[in-house]
């Protein structure tokens, strides 16, 4: 995409922005996303969603 267009989706998001119920709603599913995140990078990943590899030959 060109510049322009994203110049476009600037200024009518600058003349229009997000409700405060938006903006905390984005910022909530961020928040959830660093906090799983931070959950897997301390304890590891749980043994019960690895999914077990299939042989080649069965």
């Given at each position: 995409m060109n510049i322009i267009h994203w110049l476009v989706r600037a200024k009518r998001w600058a003349q229009n922005p997000p409700s405060e119920g938006r903006v905390k709603l984005v910022l909530g599913v961020i928040a959830v996303?660093?906090?799983?995140?931070?959950?897997?990078?301390?304890?590891?990943?749980?043994?019960?969603?690895?999914?077990?590899?299939?042989?080649?030959?069965?």
């Open positions: 996303c660093i906090a799983i995140a931070a959950w897997e990078w301390a304890f590891g990943w749980p043994e019960w969603l690895t999914v077990n590899r299939l042989s080649a030959k069965p």
